[in-house]
Nanobody, 114 residues
Framework: QVQLVESGGGLVQAGGSLRLSCATT????????MGWYRQAPGKQRELVAG???????NYADSVKGRFTISRDNAKNTVYLQMNSLKPEDTAVYYC????????WGQGTQVTVSS
């Protein structure tokens, strides 16, 4: 059974930083492209950042230059370092394969105050 467990969210002031982690079980994350997604209230879930098996990363324009996705294949874990956070980054953040597959995890709430 695939499990995706996100952690690291919280409440932070604008300009602050957070580091999200995604622990995966039931899949071999190191054999798949992975992505971080987010869903703000009243909006559709969107892809924020993706990373290939080889480590190449891509980002949504809205986070480019502020967020960094990385992976530790030995730990089957994917990370999202978020710097210079803005109130519009407030959302529930999820990880999944890229493209997404199966059930989503519970996500981790990120709230950025102005």
């Amino acid at each position: 059974q695939v499990q995706l467990v996100e952690s690291g969210g919280g409440l932070v002031q604008a300009g602050g930083s957070l580091r999200l982690s995604c622990a995966t079980t039931g899949i071999i994350a190191r054999a798949n492209a992975m992505g971080w997604y987010r869903q703000a209230p009243g909006k559709q879930r969107e892809l924020v950042a993706g990373i290939t098996v080889g480590g190449s990363a891509n980002y949504a324009d809205s986070v480019k230059g502020r967020f960094t996705i990385s992976r530790d294949n030995a730990k089957n874990t994917v990370y999202l370092q978020m710097n210079s956070l803005k109130p519009e980054d407030t959302a529930v953040y999820y990880c999944n394969l890229l493209p997404p597959f199966g059930s989503w995890g519970q996500g981790t709430q990120v709230t950025v105050s102005s």
